[in-house]
Structures are given as C-alpha cells and as structure tokens.
C-alpha cells in the first residue's frame, strides 16, 4: 500500500476492513469466473487474512497475509458433496488487470468517504 494510504488506514479500522475486502473480493471474482467459464456453476472460493500493522524495524507498514483457495468448490453432481475445481495460474496480464482494479475500487472508496481528492 502506498505510504498515505497506509497513514489513512492505520487509523481507521472500518476503511482498513473494507480495504482488505476489496483485495478479497477482486480475488475471489477471479477465480469465480474462471470456474464459471470452465463451466462449473455456484462455485466459491475462500480466503483467510491476517492484517498486519507493522515492518521488521517496527514501522508503520499496514500490509495483509492472505491464504486464497487456488480454486473453487461447487456442489458434485449428487448435489451434496463439494468437489474443488483448481484455477490455472493467472497470466503477468491478468496479475496486472487484478492489480489495477485493486487500484481503481481503494481509490473510489477514499474519494467517495472524502479522504482524498480527484487524481
């Protein structure tokens, strides 16, 4: 996270949450369509996050751990059982779509709570 940013979310809890959201949800919709383009319908991934507020010399360097499924579950064709469906690896393309729309959803949020101006 740039360096103001950081300042803005180390402060406030609730922006610092729907910031990781953000990061989760743009994820997750990845893999979700990929497994939708596979055709597997209803598939849901996971994530698990840590948020962590500082660097190894103690400063300020609010930053997330996160383990995402690399994949989806669905229901099997019983419609009882979950089968996990694996993604393939994002392209250096879609790791730097991924990014910018990360960028782009952070962005809109500061601008629509007042935090920052138009850029």
């Avoid at 743009?26 to 962590?52: C, L, P, Y």
């Avoid at 997330?64 to 989806?72: M, P, S, T, Y």
Wanted: proline share 3%; aromatic share 6%; net charge positive.
């Amino acid at each position: 996270m740039p360096f103001d940013v950081q300042s803005l979310v180390a402060r406030d809890p609730r922006l610092l949450r729907a910031v990781l959201r953000i990061f989760v949800d743009v994820v997750s919709t990845w893999h979700e369509k990929q497994a939708a383009a596979r055709g597997v319908d209803g598939g849901k991934t996971g994530a698990i996050s840590f948020i962590q507020r500082f660097g190894s010399t103690l400063n300020l360097h609010v930053h997330f751990h996160c383990l995402v499924l690399d994949g989806v579950y669905a229901l099997g064709k019983d419609a009882e059982s979950l089968v996990f469906h694996p993604s393939r690896a994002p392209s250096r393309e879609e790791l730097q779509s991924l990014t910018m729309a990360i960028i782009h959803r952070v962005r809109t949020l500061l601008k629509r709570r007042g935090l920052i101006g138009e850029t």
